[in-house]
Each structure stands twice: as structure tokens, then as C-alpha cells.
């Protein structure tokens, strides 16, 4: 697992502080956060490089029933690092989004079916519902540390991510470490998964890269410095 | 090509934010089910809510309310997931990654471009921990304004936008200098929301401590009179099997 790899440099955290952070935890509103109630595990790739893999925790909450926001991370355990945000929109607010944004959103559909995006430790059975739904859903995903390629800190730029749309795509390596970790099969579950479609129009042919690959680049503009 | 410093073509202008149903009664009884069977460790590491502003980095004049929930990896580094209130209702509008300064001077010149100092807005107030009595906070304060941020932002919603468009914008912290300074309206509203007084808190903070920045690229804006936006490129992907 990627977090287990990458230790982020730094001295321990002090007695003092950790004490201030039980206090300001116990003190403090945490409104935004308490209402994240979802964990959804699955894998995403670079936007400009499909070798390139990433196992992808999530972590979300609902703005409404067709938006979803959630926190990236690169494990579920203590110390995990947060590598990303993804946002998720039902297949209506898709359609209504300017072309320009489009290929910028990828489709859940793929990865739905195929059982490898599922929700850690809920029964198939209940996860089955939240499922269907997901299905017909897009996603918008940014990382901000590449875990993968050995970054101790948050390095670089934004990378565009992007979800897997076949088979034959994922690693089979990095499948079947999530699988044994959890306890999981994702062909059995692609096969009590067969029943579920994707979007109701099909996956728009402006997602997913419009099918080409996506990189940020940065650039410099001028910034005035008189008031 | 989607940038960060574009507007974006018309979007539904008057809709609610973000547009949507409300969540069914029958969809929340689920989640509630499924919630209690799993751990949601990561989430439960937020222990710090800071309110400050941020101004984003191509364009110093537009300027925003931040909250910043903390989780702290060790003494030199937080992670923080940043809203843009502290309602429950609040929108995900980025990440922000705080590092202490012996962290800092050793990244890469080029790296550090895309980071900010905290020292100023900790010194004038413009930071608060809500709710908790300066006093207590204290040691932590003389950490941050000695701390580092680099802070994307992936929901423009101050310009209106209903849902996350376009790329990330790189944010910058406001500065004792124009254009860096916060507009006192926003600082107004801010402080009369949070019961905060930045006067106050600014005067109960005059010995804290920044850091020497010279010779970093931090604050990159200040000495060089450039910002930085990001564009979204079509390229090659490189591939291992078909795609899509």
C-alpha cells in the first residue's frame, strides 16, 4: 500500500501541541467534516499516463443527491496522506456543463461494473443501492502528491486523474493487493453487478479526456504591484 | 482549453449551488447504515478549524474566506481539507498543505515558487482559531506564522461557479502590501460572523515571530510581480493498453 512507503519528513509531534489538538478537537465545530460518511476505495490513473496507478481512498459527503465532495487519500490508516479531492455529479448536471469542462470529468461506469470501486466493509448487499448509482455517474479528480513515484511531500502540480474505462487497463497487481486486503473478489462481484447501467444516454464522448490525454501546465502572468 | 484564470462559458447563472435534488429520505437511511460499518479513520485526524483568507494567485483582487480543517502528519507538516464556511453545508473548494520552515528552505527554488508565508496574516489577525481563547493557541500560532502553505483550489465560487470548473487555481496569503492586502469589507464580514476581533487579536499577537524569507521563492508575487495560473493541456497519454 502506497501510504506504508512514503514517510513525510518532519520531527514527531510534540507533547504540547498534541495536548492543544486534543483540546481545540473537543473545542472547536467541525461541521464540514462531520459530514463526510462515505469511504469508497478505488484506482485512478494520471491523466497523461496510464502506467502510472494510483489506489485511491475516498472520502465523502453528499451536497445534495446529485453532488457528491470528497477527499482523496492514499490509505485508510493513521497517517494517511491527502492526495486529492474528487467531486462526483449525477448524469444531468454532466450534460449541462460546458463542453469546454467535459473531457475534464471521467465515468464511473467501468469501474462500477467491474466491482472496482466498492465501499470497504459494507456488505455487498447494502452497498449494492449506493452502487447503481455511482454507476451513472461522472467524477472529477485532481491529485496534489504523487504517492506513487516516491514524493515525500506534495511536490509539482495538480495532476488531472482519470478512472479506468476497460479491462485489460488496471494492473493486476495492484487489483489483487486491494482484494486480499479486504476480503473482497471483484469478479465475483462484477458478476452480481451485471444487471447495472451506466448513464441513461451513454457515456458522453467529451468525458473521460474526450479520449485524449489531459496534463496542467503552469504559467505566468503579470501581477501588478500598485494598489 | 480549461485554465484557471478563464471564465468559464455560461454557466447556469441563478441556480442553486450546487444545482440537485435534496438527498431522499430513503438514501439517507442507507448511508446512516453503511456509515456506522465503516471506521472513516483519515477524517477523524481533523483537530485544528482556522479561519483566514486567501487571494488567488493570478488575480490578488479576488480575495476569500477560508476554512481550513487541520490534521496534523507531525510537527512539520498539516494537511488540510479547506471549505469555504463552516456550515455543514459548506462547499470543498480545495487543499491546503502547511509546512514548517525547516521543511520549506529545503524544497527546490522552482518548488517553492508555489508556496506562501503565513507570518503576516498570523501577526495582523487575519488568522483565527474560532472558538478557542487565543492564549491556548498560542505556541501553535508562533508555529504557523513560522510555516509555509501551498494551497490549490479546485471550486472557484466566489466568481459564482455552481460546481468545481476548469483547473485549480494556485492561492496566495494576504501580505502587509497592495495588491495583498484583504479589502476591510471582507474583513468586516468576516469578523462580525466569527464574533472575532482581528484588532484585537492582532494587538495580543505583537510578539509573535515570523521567519526570514529573503533568498526563498515564497510569496513569489511580492519580489518578482509575477502570479502563476495553470492551464489544462491535451497531450499524448501514455498508454498500456487501449484507451477509452
Given at each position: 500500500?502506497?501510504?506504508?512507503?512514503?514517510?513525510?519528513?518532519?520531527?514527531?509531534?510534540?507533547?504540547?501541541?498534541?495536548?492543544?489538538?486534543?483540546?481545540?478537537?473537543?473545542?472547536?465545530?467541525?461541521?464540514?467534516?462531520?459530514?463526510?460518511?462515505?469511504?469508497?476505495?478505488?484506482?485512478?490513473?494520471?491523466?497523461?499516463?496510464?502506467?502510472?496507478?494510483?489506489?485511491?481512498?475516498?472520502?465523502?459527503?453528499?451536497?445534495?443527491?446529485?453532488?457528491?465532495?470528497?477527499?482523496?487519500?492514499?490509505?485508510?490508516?493513521?497517517?494517511?496522506?491527502?492526495?486529492?479531492?474528487?467531486?462526483?455529479?449525477?448524469?444531468?448536471?454532466?450534460?449541462?456543463?460546458?463542453?469546454?469542462?467535459?473531457?475534464?470529468?471521467?465515468?464511473?461506469?467501468?469501474?462500477?461494473?467491474?466491482?472496482?470501486?466498492?465501499?470497504?466493509?459494507?456488505?455487498?448487499?447494502?452497498?449494492?443501492?449506493?452502487?447503481?448509482?455511482?454507476?451513472?455517474?461522472?467524477?472529477?479528480?485532481?491529485?496534489?502528491?504523487?504517492?506513487?513515484r516516491g514524493d515525500h511531500l506534495p511536490l509539482g502540480?495538480?495532476?488531472?486523474?482519470?478512472?479506468?474505462?476497460q479491462d485489460g487497463q488496471l494492473r493486476q497487481d495492484?487489483?489483487?493487493?486491494?482484494?486480499?486486503?479486504?476480503?473482497?473478489?471483484?469478479?465475483?462481484?462484477?458478476?452480481?453487478?451485471?444487471?447495472?447501467?451506466?448513464?441513461?444516454?451513454?457515456?458522453?464522448?467529451?468525458?473521460?479526456?474526450?479520449?485524449?490525454?489531459?496534463?496542467?501546465?503552469?504559467?505566468?502572468?503579470?501581477?501588478?504591484?500598485?494598489? | 482549453?480549461?485554465?484557471?484564470?478563464?471564465?468559464?462559458?455560461?454557466?447556469?447563472?441563478?441556480?442553486?449551488?450546487?444545482?440537485?435534488?435534496?438527498?431522499?429520505?430513503?438514501?439517507?437511511?442507507?448511508?446512516?447504515?453503511?456509515?456506522?460499518?465503516?471506521?472513516?479513520?483519515?477524517?477523524?485526524?481533523?483537530?485544528?478549524?482556522?479561519?483566514?483568507?486567501?487571494?488567488?494567485?493570478?488575480?490578488?483582487?479576488?480575495?476569500?474566506?477560508?476554512?481550513?480543517?487541520?490534521?496534523?502528519?507531525?510537527?512539520?507538516?498539516?494537511?488540510?481539507?479547506?471549505?469555504?464556511?463552516?456550515?455543514?453545508?459548506?462547499?470543498?473548494?480545495?487543499?491546503?498543505?502547511?509546512?514548517?520552515?525547516?521543511?520549506?528552505?529545503?524544497?527546490?527554488?522552482?518548488?517553492?515558487?508555489?508556496?506562501?508565508?503565513?507570518?503576516?496574516?498570523?501577526?495582523?489577525?487575519?488568522?483565527?482559531?474560532?472558538?478557542?481563547?487565543?492564549?491556548?493557541?498560542?505556541?501553535?500560532?508562533?508555529?504557523?506564522?513560522?510555516?509555509?502553505?501551498?494551497?490549490?483550489?479546485?471550486?472557484?465560487?466566489?466568481?459564482?461557479?455552481?460546481?468545481?470548473?476548469?483547473?485549480?487555481?494556485?492561492?496566495?496569503?494576504?501580505?502587509?502590501?497592495?495588491?495583498?492586502?484583504?479589502?476591510?469589507?471582507?474583513?468586516?464580514?468576516?469578523?462580525?460572523?466569527?464574533?472575532?476581533?482581528?484588532?484585537?487579536?492582532?494587538?495580543?499577537?505583537?510578539?509573535?515571530?515570523?521567519?526570514?524569507?529573503?533568498?526563498?521563492?515564497?510569496?513569489?508575487?511580492?519580489?518578482?510581480?509575477?502570479?502563476?495560473?495553470?492551464?489544462?493541456?491535451?497531450?499524448?497519454?501514455?498508454l498500456r493498453t487501449p484507451f477509452p
Open positions: 500500500m502506497a501510504s506504508a512507503q512514503v514517510d513525510v519528513p518532519g520531527n514527531p509531534t510534540s507533547t504540547g501541541t498534541a495536548l492543544l489538538e486534543t483540546a481545540t478537537a473537543a473545542i472547536q465545530g467541525f461541521h464540514p467534516i462531520n459530514k463526510i460518511h462515505q469511504h469508497l476505495c478505488a484506482f485512478h490513473f494520471y491523466g497523461d499516463d496510464m502506467t502510472r496507478q494510483v489506489e485511491a481512498h475516498h472520502f465523502c459527503s453528499h451536497q445534495n443527491e446529485e453532488m457528491r465532495q470528497c477527499l482523496i487519500y492514499d490509505g485508510e490508516e493513521l497517517g494517511a496522506k491527502l492526495i486529492g479531492v474528487e467531486y462526483l455529479i449525477s448524469e444531468a448536471l454532466f450534460l449541462a456543463l460546458p463542453d469546454e469542462e467535459k473531457p475534464l470529468w471521467h465515468s464511473h461506469e467501468y469501474e462500477v461494473k467491474s466491482g472496482l470501486l466498492f465501499m470497504p466493509r459494507v456488505p455487498a448487499a447494502v452497498q449494492r443501492k449506493e452502487m447503481e448509482q455511482v454507476s451513472k455517474t461522472y467524477g472529477k479528480t485532481y491529485h496534489f502528491w504523487q504517492v506513487d502540480l495538480p495532476q488531472l486523474m482519470m478512472a479506468f474505462t495492484l487489483a489483487t493487493d486491494v482484494e486480499k486486503r479486504y476480503g473482497v473478489s471483484f469478479e465475483e462481484e462484477r458478476e452480481m453487478r451485471k444487471h447495472m447501467t451506466g448513464p441513461d444516454q451513454g457515456i458522453h464522448p467529451l468525458a473521460n479526456g474526450a479520449g485524449k490525454g489531459q496534463r496542467l501546465e503552469l504559467r505566468e502572468v503579470d501581477i501588478s504591484l500598485v494598489a | 482549453m480549461a485554465s484557471s484564470d478563464e471564465i468559464p462559458a455560461a454557466d447556469a447563472a441563478g441556480r442553486p449551488t450546487p444545482p440537485g435534488n435534496p438527498m431522499s429520505v430513503g438514501r439517507t437511511v442507507i448511508d446512516k447504515g453503511a456509515e456506522m460499518m465503516q471506521s472513516l479513520k483519515p477524517v477523524r485526524q481533523f483537530k485544528q478549524h482556522l479561519c483566514s483568507f486567501a487571494l488567488y494567485g493570478h488575480d490578488l483582487s479576488r480575495q476569500i474566506e477560508t476554512h481550513h480543517y487541520c490534521a496534523r502528519i507531525n510537527q512539520d507538516f498539516l494537511q488540510c481539507a479547506v471549505y469555504n464556511s463552516d456550515e455543514s453545508r459548506a462547499q470543498l473548494i480545495g487543499v491546503e498543505y502547511i509546512i514548517s520552515d525547516d521543511l520549506f528552505k529545503k524544497l527546490p527554488l522552482d518548488e517553492q515558487k508555489l508556496w506562501h508565508s503565513h507570518a503576516y496574516e498570523v501577526k495582523s489577525g487575519l488568522l483565527a482559531s474560532p472558538h478557542v481563547p487565543d492564549m491556548l493557541e498560542r505556541r501553535e500560532l508562533d508555529n504557523l506564522a513560522k510555516s509555509y502553505g501551498k494551497f490549490w483550489c479546485t471550486w472557484q465560487v466566489d466568481r459564482g461557479d455552481s460546481l468545481p470548473l476548469g483547473a485549480p487555481a494556485l492561492m496566495m496569503s494576504p501580505q502587509g502590501v497592495n495588491p495583498g492586502m484583504v479589502r476591510p469589507d471582507l474583513l468586516k464580514k468576516r469578523d462580525d460572523k466569527c464574533g472575532i476581533s482581528s484588532e484585537q487579536l492582532e494587538a495580543s499577537r505583537v510578539e509573535i515571530e515570523g521567519v526570514n524569507t529573503a533568498g526563498t521563492n515564497a510569496d513569489y508575487w511580492m519580489k518578482h510581480g509575477k502570479g502563476f495560473a495553470l492551464d489544462v493541456v491535451e497531450t499524448m497519454m501514455k
